[in-house]
């Protein structure tokens, strides 16, 4: 269940939900509201895109979930916030924890509750439950155990008086947005970063001029003296000689498909490569 349902479940009285304005989204270009604020309007929330009309909201604390602002001081100062962030800090403050951790080839991330404070995730902690990271899981997958994880986090915590949160202590590293540039595959580079790369999503290289997204693939079973991103099959080699299997591709301008279907009509020959 997500946090503003979960809230509610555990009888929490909501004053205001703070969403980012609606956008257009999909070839239509149709504006359509965000999925928190969609959700609101289906629990007869009050809903709003200004964080400052928490102010008028008479509320004793605020509860920041994914919200991808910063909150400005003078709402800090009146209204108390917590943070639930997808990361062990201070490990990957920032925009995208969840992506660096698999970039990064960590085994563990986790769930902190923290007070939110003016700096880039830098408030003390509440409470942290730890989370593996499963060799194959994609970003999304391993977002979605997150959310669940620090949804019972938060309402736990939430059930009785909160206590005073600890400083959080080590080496800070920051978790920057993922640009599209940064998901281009370097066939150059050794399988497991490749496949890494992959499971962030929305990784993509090159064939025949084309830009081919490359949805799911998995460590072949191959090994190849080819150049990187040779082709043999659904296999490509990547930089120290293994191949990646690719299991789904999206070419330009097209849907989803197998890999498999993919190759064949391309007719693609060993002679080609991606990425060029």
């Known amino acids: 269940m997500p946090p503003l349902e979960a809230?509610?479940?555990?009888?929490?009285?909501?004053?205001?939900?703070?969403?980012q304005p609606d956008k257009r989204r999909g070839r239509g270009g149709v504006t359509m509201?965000?999925?928190?604020?969609?959700?609101?309007?289906?629990?007869?929330?009050?809903v709003t895109d200004r964080v400052d009309d928490v102010l008028d909201a008479d509320v004793e604390l605020g509860v920041v979930v994914a919200f991808g602002r910063l909150i400005k001081p003078h709402v800090l100062d009146r209204v108390p916030m917590v943070n639930l962030h997808f990361s062990l800090l201070p490990r990957w403050r920032g925009a995208a924890p969840v992506e660096r951790a698999i970039l990064?080839?960590?085994?563990?991330?986790?769930?902190?509750?923290?007070?939110?404070?003016?700096?880039?995730?830098?408030?003390p902690v509440y409470a942290t439950?730890?989370?593996?990271?499963?060799?194959?899981e994609t970003a999304d997958e391993l977002r979605a155990r997150l959310v669940a994880v620090g949804t019972r986090l938060l309402v736990d915590q939430l059930a009785s008086p909160l206590a005073a949160p600890k400083p959080q202590e080590g080496e800070p590293t920051y978790a920057a947005k993922i640009d599209a540039a940064e998901l281009r595959i370097d066939w150059a580079k050794p399988r497991d970063e490749v496949l890494r790369l992959v499971r962030v999503g929305r990784a993509w290289?090159?064939?025949?001029?084309?830009?081919?997204l490359v949805a799911?693939?998995?460590?072949?079973?191959?090994?190849?003296?080819?150049?990187?991103?040779?082709?043999?099959?659904?296999?490509?080699?990547?930089?120290?000689?293994?191949?990646?299997e690719l299991l789904e591709v999206q070419p330009e301008g097209k849907q989803k498909q197998p890999a498999a279907d993919w190759w064949r009509g391309a007719r693609a020959t060993q002679a080609e490569r991606l990425g060029e």
């Open 7 to 19: 809230l509610v479940a555990a009888g929490h009285d909501v004053a205001v939900v703070v969403s």
């Open 33 to 46: 509201p965000t999925p928190v604020k969609a959700a609101a309007e289906r629990l007869a929330l009050p």
């Open 104 to 123: 990064a080839g960590d085994d563990v991330t986790g769930v902190c509750l923290m007070q939110l404070e003016e700096g880039l995730d830098t408030g």
């Open 129 to 136: 439950e730890v989370v593996d990271i499963a060799q194959d």
């Open 205 to 212: 290289t090159t064939f025949r001029g084309k830009r081919l």
């Open 216 to 244: 799911r693939a998995a460590p072949g079973e191959r090994t190849a003296s080819l150049p990187p991103g040779s082709l043999t099959t659904t296999h490509v080699v990547c930089g120290d000689g293994a191949t990646i």
